[in-house]
């Protein structure tokens, strides 16, 4: 019997669905494996630049919160300088009513006329005594012409309208460190005439120190009522203000303070008439 060569591949032949199964799991395999390298890289990728965002973000956070920072600070320092710049005595024009007008200026002739005047500060005092003072603190110089241990300041009060009237007077203590307060002076001179006002005793209020007339409350040194200014006249004002030494309260616990004030000038309305 003859034999013919062999076959080693059936062409043609018909593939089992075990064998495309086989083939199918392969290819699946190897394409997890390439899938699974290239998530890796994708989301390596990802990590790094969401650690780049980050810094980003903290960057702009911290960079918000010093530009915070420094605007507080600026705001601070700006509140500082307004209130150096007031000092510790302003003089001011209240309510006016009725074309009634009332004008401050440092000089009789009032070539210079405001509404508010900064009757300027005094730094490192001690305590002195009234006795000590200068004479003639209302008479010698216009402006703030403050001595030694003491503030003092001149200014004048005009009627500038064409119509006579009456104004009220206050003056308020608008902020205090350290009780300074407790042992302070204020001579108030109206066209020459003066008072000198301090608080109340440290026990009761209500009782004047031996040398001085009572403040009207514990924030308001007075609060005069009625003084007539006829239409073109004026009233000279000086306010002297000290530590005064035999204040049994100017102790060692006072060291360091300060003191504020304002002086308020206001137009008194006219009463409307009424008829019967």
């Known amino acids: 019997m003859a034999f013919g060569k062999k076959k080693t591949k059936i062409e043609n032949a018909a593939v089992t669905p075990e064998e495309v ?8 395999v190897e394409a997890a494996k390439d899938k699974k390298s290239s998530v890796y890289d994708h989301f390596h990728a990802q990590d790094e630049a969401k650690a780049v ?10 960079a918000a919160i010093l530009a915070a920072l420094v605007a ?4 601070m ?9 007031w000092g510790d005595l302003v003089i001011t024009i209240g309510d006016l009513y009725d074309g009634k007008t009332l004008m401050l200026s440092e000089s009789a002739s ?30 010698k110089k216009d402006g703030q012409h403050n001595g030694e241990n003491y503030l003092a300041y001149t200014f004048y009060l005009k009627n500038t309208g064409d119509k006579d009237l009456e104004y009220n007077t206050t003056m308020n203590i608008t902020g205090v460190s350290k009780s300074a307060d407790e042992a302070i002076r204020i ?28 403040w009207k409350d514990t924030d308001t040194v007075i609060a005069s009522k009625d003084a007539e200014l ?11 203000m000290w530590i005064e030494g035999n204040d049994p309260e100017c102790v060692d ?11 308020i000038f206001d137009v008194v309305p006219d009463v409307p008439e009424t008829t019967g």
Do not use: C
């Open 53 to 62: 965002a980050d810094a980003k973000k903290r960057k702009k956070r911290y």
């Open 253 to 263: 616990a006072i060291r360091g303070g300060s003191i504020r004030s304002q002086m």
């Open 187 to 214: 001579q108030i001179y109206k066209n020459g005439k003066d008072s000198v006002y301090a608080k109340g005793s440290y026990k009761n209020r209500k009782i004047a120190e031996t040398d001085a007339t009572v």
């Open 110 to 139: 009032f070539d210079d006329a405001h509404v508010k005047l900064n009757g300027g500060s005094v730094a490192d005092v001690t305590n002195i005594t009234k006795a000590w003072l200068p004479k003639g603190l209302d008479t």
């Open 77 to 85: 320092y700006i509140i500082s300088m307004l209130l150096t710049q």
């Open 72 to 75: 507080i600070l600026l705001i």
């Open 230 to 240: 006829k239409a073109g006249e004026t009233d000279k004002y000086t306010v002297v």
């Open 21 to 28: 199964a086989k083939l199918g799991h392969k290819h699946e």
